[in-house]
């Protein structure tokens, strides 16, 4: 439960309760689907039902004349629209042109087609039937190791063996690694396609101002301002004239992290009829549509010595990316290559990755992006090559990590880790769950026919995403913060959380360093028309990147009303704190509001100095953070079923230092739900033409409450030098903590069955026929 | 998301609604089958009579030896019923299984049994109970037992014009229990097993066993409960009569569970609801 | 079709189509937005309201069928500008995070509490089974309805 707190207390490190809060709980917030303009009209899209196919025609006439209809749009009306954009860039990728409306030939299920806009979502709806589509149908592939087959359809006809990408990376000495091996261990490891599944689904309202020449458009997004750069140049639109509003955004967790069809369409649409037009996403929609996760078939080799030395891991991934390339696609899976050592002593590296078309919606950041699936392999490696040699997972791990005396460590990868104490987690959670006991407990049990299982991981990710060489679109983040002349202070900032509970955060480290009221801070995100440039939140960069830049402006502005302070108190020995400027001689105070009042006044300036207090700041990270942290799950698995329980659940985060832990234990509780969702129970599957089976909540397995442990979650602390607040980032850790522990314990309740490796998610029915037979799935 | 139009009824008497039906219209009770299914579009009355209002519909009572249940008794209503939980604490059992919170307060009896879900919960109950499915159409009230009621995935013996009016299930001295496996993400049953077992003197003298989600239709699995009838109800006679009951069933296969892993299932929870009932019987 | 209910504690009459769902009336006819939809199946609870003091999910019904009705939406739970006490513990626990599912969360955990003073874990899971949340593991969610059942002892 959250602390109350006092005026003089310093906020940073409380369990606060978030501010953003009292909107939420009384259904006053508001979302994009809230927003209600006068002459408002409703788009419904036609899409799709089919993986593959040739558009033969198109007749719009019905529609056009239902009731209500105002207009109706094809891939020929917005054939000069700029394609969505893909924002990474591989050597030699292969970028098909993303129409926004498809022109002649249609990708996947749910590739949009047709834009039906009337007065009423009802009429739109209705007139969207309307339309006939005669399509001949194509042999679609949806498998991406189907897809690399000869003779395989080709989802791109001009490319017909469906890569668009080889990457290769290397480090150290791979083959002489292989060659002095003792023992190599090799697994196929899949991480299974998972749809994001916010709650809130995307949306879209686009306003033309035709007179002002100005396009408003609000949407769900992450990343405001990178939309309004992006959607301004596909609309051919100046960038100035266009405003981007988040507005309150139902969770993201990367789905957002995008610029989609949708968006530039509303745009479009809205410029033609002059009116303003709303799309709200159905949740068919947004399985079918919005980004997915994960998709890799991964093959792995990992050298070891017998003493279970760690000398060299190779690792193909077969990544699917879907029918097109949305912003970030085909960057995710050399995210995974970056994290492929996990936070072990590996020197020497080899991977490859295809990046695999296939008759899907795109395959694009998910919480974790890349890091959960490199995370899920070289733990599983781990165990695997454990179980190989006779040694307990535990110590294999505490031979292999980088030790404390190493940071700033040099990956095979090129990374640089910044700090960590990779035993510390670790000993914590042995500690909690006691280890020794429950492994007696594990062999007790087996000898009356009980599975149990203990099953830990032992991960580090990439958070804090990221310095700007290294991400497409620029990864410093911006802040500014004005100190009203009533000395209320207004912090503006480019991050655009959605959850996170920065406007709670934020205001905790700018009332700390201005010695104010948490109440006298207002925090505002997600208007490109309010805010300052900014990148957006996601990757886990939200306060160790956008706190940062908070931090730096709060500097600065400070720098400023010790400069206006000292002139009001005629002195030039002054200090700042606790929301006063001192005179260091006489002791004379002018507290913050009187010299903010002052600044705007200007009857008297300070020399070389301008009115007003305002400060902004574009920090740029020198480095990525790497926290870390060890999870422990007990589960049993029972035989007669195939069901797994989970017994126990410890998670120990090392996250650096926290700003508000009951927060943090939020976004580990959420991340770890995710994992779990994965490790268990969640899965797109397409079948061979192309058609989501696992479309709708009916078939798409969900964490629900019932489903869920509970979560024993604890810290270890190991700040980072990275930024100046030494804190690393949480949003993605859960996850990429919880998978591969989870697989790591039903293996090992399994492993006397000869059960060596589990693909995800461990459905009740592949486990109960590997609890009865054994043997590899 | 938007359902096509339709036009709508809201009758106060059963036989204002049974003539709107015999007309043609559909019948909407809690709708929660049928409201997301034309949502989906994939239904399209053009009628809906809908017969929440009628008070003859609503009601859970006593009557000759047992229990009548009204179609528009909701899920929530069975599940809290102090009647239903003395009298026939399987039916209430079965009741609390289905969907979620939300559901069980607006899902109604009649409607869950005309719709007659392969994976919906009560048809197992009410084949274990031998209940009786009283339908109500233009020349009056015919009753047709579960067993016959059921007839195939989504197809009943309602015919044309005809409405569930009402269920009756016996009152007597069984033990009872339903055991479900459910489908993880929806919830609907997997395989869900009702057992009702009557013991006297040591032996089960009859048992009852119906079936739900393994096929396109709940049954009753009697080679199994002939096997358990005259036996001590020893978990071995559990064991033996719970094989038999998805022998040379055709059971369904889906994402969620292969033919195989639901017959498999069937014997599994068969044998936790003949114990839990052999248990409540004695 | 003329409709008349009551939706928190206010008399409403509106002419509606007979398709329309009850949560597009409550937030588009009515206003009261803070009832939200997240899926078409019935399967995800953003859209609980309740209705003669029963927990339902208002996608799953048309307005039509509400005629005569007692509505309570997310707006109309606090009082006299205090916060209900679900509201309160949802926000000392942390029972949140992006708020899309949490006007739903809050009605099916006042329904939780209405019918039990004393829930126990599994039945506050149990009772929540009808309600997703993607962001928060559900475990903020369990200690709030704990906490609001406790300060209604």
Not at chain 1, 56 to 72: L, Q
Not at chain 1, 236 to 248: F, K, S, T
Not at chain 1, 333 to 362: E, H, K, Q, W
Not at chain 2, 236 to 243: E, L, N, R, S, W
Request: aromatic share 6%; with cysteine; glycine share 10%.
């Amino acid at each position: 439960m959250a602390t109350t707190i006092t005026k003089t207390e310093t906020l940073v490190g409380k369990r606060i309760r978030r501010r953003e809060d009292p909107r939420l709980i009384t259904g006053t917030a508001t979302y994009v689907e809230d927003i209600q303009l006068p002459g408002m009209h409703y788009a419904a899209i036609v899409r799709s039902p089919h993986g593959a196919a040739k558009i033969r025609s198109i007749d719009t006439k019905a529609a056009a004349a239902a009731p209500g209809v105002a207009a109706v749009f094809t891939g020929k009306d917005t054939e000069k629209v700029g394609p969505v954009p893909c924002g990474a860039s591989l050597p030699d990728l292969r970028v098909p042109h993303h129409y926004i409306l498809a022109i002649d030939r249609v990708y996947f299920v749910g590739h949009p087609v047709a834009v039906v806009v009337a007065t009423d979502r009802y009429l739109a709806r209705d007139a969207a039937d309307l339309i006939e589509i005669d399509y001949e149908v194509l042999q679609a592939v949806a498998d991406p190791e189907k897809a690399l087959a000869p003779g395989a359809p080709a989802v791109h006809p001009e490319w017909p063996d469906n890569t668009a990408f080889n990457y290769h990376q290397e480090g150290g000495d791979i083959d002489k690694a292989f060659a002095e091996a003792d023992v190599v261990v090799k697994q196929r490891i899949t991480s299974q396609r998972l749809v994001p599944n916010a709650m809130e689904t995307r949306g879209v309202v686009a306003e033309w101002r035709g007179a002002d020449r100005q396009l408003n458009l609000y949407t769900s997004t992450q990343i405001p301002h990178l939309v309004r750069t992006l959607v301004a140049g596909m609309l051919g639109l100046e960038e100035n004239r266009m405003r981007v509003i988040a507005p309150e955004v139902g969770g993201g967790f990367g789905s957002k992290l995008n610029v989609y069809a949708e968006e530039a369409l509303m745009g479009f649409v809205s410029m033609k009829i002059g009116k303003p037009v709303k799309w709200i996403e159905s949740r068919r929609e947004n399985f079918l549509t919005t980004i997915h996760g994960r998709g890799h078939v991964d093959y792995y080799e990992v050298a070891a010595k017998k003493d279970g030395t760690i000398l060299g891991i190779k690792l193909k991934i077969i990544q699917d990316l879907g029918a097109y390339h949305q912003l970030l696609t085909p960057a995710i899976p050399t995210l995974s290559v970056l994290m492929m050592p996990g936070i072990y002593r590996a020197r020497n590296i080899r991977a490859d990755i295809v990046g695999v078309f296939t008759n899907c919606v795109p395959t694009d950041a998910y919480r974790g992006a890349g890091r959960p699936e490199a995370t899920h392999g070289i733990e599983r490696m781990v165990d695997i090559l454990a179980d190989e040699i006779g040694m307990d997972p535990v110590e294999i791990r505490r031979k292999n990590f980088v030790t404390n005396e190493e940071f700033p460590y040099p990956t095979a990868t090129g990374l640089i880790y910044d700090s960590g104490n990779y035993a510390a987690p670790l000993d914590k959670a042995i500690g909690i769950v006691d280890y020794a006991k429950v492994r007696q407990e594990q062999a007790e049990a087996r000898k009356q026919g009980r599975l149990l299982g203990v099953g830990l991981s032992t991960y580090g990710e990439i958070c804090a995403m990221g310095p700007s060489p290294a991400t497409p679109a620029g990864g410093w983040e911006s802040a500014t913060v004005k100190i009203e002349p009533s000395g209320k202070v207004t912090v503006m900032t480019g991050s655009c959380h959605h959850g996170q509970g920065e406007e709670t955060t934020f205001a905790q480290i700018a009332a700390d360093e201005l010695g104010v009221d948490i109440d006298d801070i207002l925090v505002v995100r997600g208007d490109t028309a309010i805010v300052q440039y900014g990148i957006g939140t996601f990757g886990s960069r939200g306060t160790a990147i956008g706190g940062t830049a908070l931090y730096f402006a709060l500097q600065d502005l400070k720098a400023k009303v010790k400069v206006f302070g000292a002139m009001l108190l005629e002195s030039d020995d002054v200090s700042f704190s606790g929301g006063q400027v001192i005179c260091n001689k006489t002791g004379k105070t002018k507290a913050l509001a009187e010299v903010a009042g002052a600044s705007y006044r200007a009857m008297k300036l300070p020399p070389n100095t301008e009115p007003g207090l305002l400060a902004t700041h574009f920090w740029e990270p020198p480095n990525f953070t790497f926290p870390f942290g060890a999870h422990i799950v007990l589960t049993e698995v029972h035989k007669d079923t195939g069901n797994i329980t989970i017994r126990r659940y410890i998670a120990v985060d090392d996250c650096g230092n926290i700003i508000n832990p009951l927060i943090v234990d939020g976004q580990v509780h959420g991340g770890v739900a995710q994992g779990l969702g994965q490790a268990l129970w969640e899965q797109a599957v397409y079948d061979d033409n192309g058609q989501l089976i696992t479309g709708e909540y009916m078939d798409y397995t969900m964490p629900r409450a019932h489903m869920m442990p509970w979560i024993e979650n604890d810290h270890t602390i190991t700040p980072t030098n990275v930024n100046p607040l030494g804190v690393k980032g949480v949003g993605e850790a859960g996850t990429i903590g919880c998978s591969p522990a989870v697989v790591n314990s039903v293996v090992d309740a399994l492993s006397h069955l000869g059960v060596r490796h589990i693909d995800m998610p461990l459905t009740p029915e592949k486990i109960w026929k590997l609890a009865n037979a054994g043997g590899n799935n | 998301m938007f359902a096509q139009t339709f036009d709508y009824t809201a009758p106060k008497t059963l036989d204002e609604a049974v003539k709107l039906i015999g007309g043609g219209a559909k019948a909407l009770a809690g709708g929660m089958s049928l409201i997301p299914m034309m949502k989906l579009r994939l239904a399209a009355p053009e009628h809906l009579v809908d017969l929440g209002r009628i008070k003859d519909l609503n009601y859970i009572r006593e009557e000759g030896g047992a229990l009548h249940l009204g179609a528009t008794a909701t899920h929530y209503d069975v599940e809290s019923s102090a009647l239903v939980r003395s009298k026939c604490p399987l039916l209430a059992e079965t009741a609390a299984a289905i969907g979620d919170v939300q559901v069980r307060n607006m899902g109604t009896l009649g409607g869950s049994v005309a719709h007659a879900d392969p994976s919906a919960d009560y048809p197992a109950a009410l084949q274990a109970l031998e209940a009786k499915i009283v339908l109500r159409g233009a020349n009056g009230d015919r009753t047709v037992s579960a067993a016959d009621f059921f007839v195939d995935a989504f197809t009943t013996s309602l015919g044309e014009g005809e409405i569930v009016r009402e269920v009756i299930v016996p009152i007597d001295s069984s033990g009872a229990s339903y055991q479900k496996a459910p489908q993880p993400a929806s919830g609907f049953a997997m395989v869900g097993i009702a057992a009702r077992v009557k013991k006297a003197g040591g032996k089960v003298t009859e048992a009852r066993i119906g079936v739900t989600g393994l096929t396109n239709s709940s049954f009753r699995a009697t080679a199994a409960e002939k096997a358990l009838e005259g036996t001590g109800g020893s978990p071995a006679d559990i064991q033996k009569a719970a094989a038999l009951v998805a022998q040379g069933a055709d059971a369904n296969s889906d994402i969620h569970a292969s033919a195989d892993y639901r017959k498999h299932l069937a014997g599994v929870y068969a044998g936790r609801a003949l114990s839990a009932a052999i248990g409540r019987a004695s | 079709m003329k409709i008349n209910l009551t939706i928190n504690k206010k008399r409403y009459s509106h002419d509606v189509e007979p398709r329309l769902l009850l949560v597009h009336y409550l937030r588009e006819t009515v206003g009261l937005t803070g009832t939200h939809t997240g899926c078409e199946t019935s399967l995800c609870g953003a859209c609980t309201v309740e209705l003669d003091g029963k927990a339902v999910k208002s996608c799953t019904m048309f307005a039509v069928q509400a005629d005569g009705a007692n509505v309570t939406t997310i707006e109309g739970i606090a009082s006299d500008g205090k916060l209900h006490r679900v509201q309160e513990a949802f926000w000392n626990e942390h029972g949140l995070q992006c708020g899309f599912c949490t006007p739903g969360m809050i009605m099916a955990s006042k329904q939780i509490i209405d019918r039990n003073g004393t829930p126990s874990e599994a039945e506050i899971r149990h009772g929540l089974e009808g309600n997703l949340c993607r962001c928060t593991g559900y475990q903020h969610i369990v200690n709030a309805v704990k906490a609001a059942a406790a300060a209604g002892r």
